[in-house]
């Protein structure tokens, strides 16, 4: 299968003008974040995601671009607007959705965990050290046995003067093998209310005695990011590193309300990769004597793949308006985390069928996108959760426990 030469003219994916919204901070974090996903990242992150491999090389130069800590004004956070953040997302998962994941569980689930639950001393503690990357965070909540019911998690905590003991196990855990921070939500044997812990590597480098992981292997998307498997055997906790604010499931719930848009914003990242490949390679490849881009049920695809990421945009650009504006919601975020997720992962479908055989290539990026969809479909509440959680508001019923 011969694959066509790279257009490289820009493909406009803006048709309603929404970057006239941006701030020119918003607009200059976007160009840079997407000046180096063109520039490191995809000519290497291939060949990380084929071989299961996570891209350290491209860290320093993460750091670098003084996004780390997203929203989060001060402990050296770029404070950026919603916007701004989900420009981010976007052109990170633009260029690949493990190191957007990677950011993700670092800005937002780890830090803005901190951020949100920690008393000050425990924000000045840590969060200084990881918006600068030298120290990596992971949030340590699905279970093996609880993950869209992760409320019911059976991850206990004792204390024991001045330690919590932990036990348990999580599962899919972002950079848990490589954190120096790991936030792990154990239920409290004192008052059977959930609460978060931080975990800490020791000086010298190694993990607390009782905390081991197992990579998870065979994944067909999120390939260069790791996410194991934790097994948590009477591990010691300083009482001082229970999260202040961490009261119950509910602030939990804060968490995940927070950083639910940036899985929002992802998936437009996604959709936009595949519908850029999708065109460039239709005005280039030639069947039948002619482009395929000339051809009726190649532009009735572009036609949709663009009315898709257009109203995907337009969904996003308002939450992220509402967030900034205190008036985002539970439903709101899950809304527009539904939608996005469908309509991205249908996109990226599109895209493969018009490249044909060449969709399945990885040197088309495409496929990468693709099977990336459906770990987002996934994660941050899956498709028929968010569902349900829209299902409560709309009727005033649960339609779950």
């Not at 639910?260 to 519908?275: D, L």
Request: aromatic fraction near 6%; proline fraction near 3%; include cysteine.
């Amino acid at each position: 299968m011969s694959t066509p030469a790279q257009n490289t003219d820009p493909v406009n994916i803006d048709y309603y003008l929404l970057d006239e919204l941006l701030s020119e901070e918003e607009v200059l974090t976007r160009k840079k974040v997407r000046a180096f996903v063109d520039t490191s990242v995809l000519p290497v992150i291939n060949d990380y995601w084929e071989a299961a491999q996570f891209p350290f090389e491209l860290v320093p130069g993460i750091a670098q671009l003084g996004i780390i800590g997203s929203t989060i004004e001060g402990y050296g956070c770029p404070g950026l607007s919603r916007l701004a953040a989900g420009m981010v997302s976007l052109e990170m998962s633009r260029g690949d959705g493990s190191l957007n994941t990677f950011i993700g569980v670092q800005s937002g689930l780890s830090m803005g965990t901190i951020n949100m639950l920690g008393n000050e001393e425990q924000k000045q503690r840590w969060l200084p050290g990881m918006a600068t990357l030298d120290k990596i965070g992971a949030f340590g909540l699905t279970e093996p046995d609880h993950g869209s019911d992760s409320v019911a998690l059976e991850t206990t905590a004792r204390r024991e003067g001045g330690h919590y003991i932990l036990n348990g196990r999580k599962r899919w855990i972002g950079n848990a093998n490589i954190a120096d921070v790991v936030i792990i939500w154990a239920r409290d044997e004192a008052d059977n209310k959930v609460k978060g812990f931080i975990l800490e590597k020791n000086d010298d480098g190694t993990y607390p005695e009782g905390y081991t992981t197992e990579l998870i292997t065979g994944k067909i998307g999120k390939r260069a990011i790791w996410q194991p498997d934790v097994m948590i055997d009477n591990v010691r906790i300083p009482a001082e590193n229970k999260l202040a604010e961490a009261h119950s499931f509910r602030d939990v719930t804060r968490v995940l309300t927070a950083t639910r848009s940036g899985a929002s914003w992802e998936s437009v990242g996604h959709g936009i990769a595949a519908y850029e490949a999708a065109v460039s390679y239709a005005t280039q490849r030639v069947q039948f004597g002619r482009p395929i881009a000339g051809f009726q049920l190649v532009q009735n695809k572009l036609a949709n793949m663009l009315s898709e990421l257009t109203a995907m945009q337009l969904i996003c650009f308002r939450l992220a308006t509402l967030a900034d504006q205190g008036k985002m919601t539970s439903p709101m975020a899950s809304l527009a985390k539904m939608h996005t997720a469908q309509k991205a992962r249908w996109i990226c479908l599109q895209a493969r069928d018009i490249l044909g055989g060449n969709g399945l290539l990885l040197e088309n990026h495409v496929a990468r996108h693709m099977t990336d969809m459906e770990v987002v479909h996934t994660y941050e509440g899956t498709d028929s959760i968010q569902s349900l959680l829209i299902g409560r508001d709309i009727t005033g019923i649960s339609a779950f426990a």
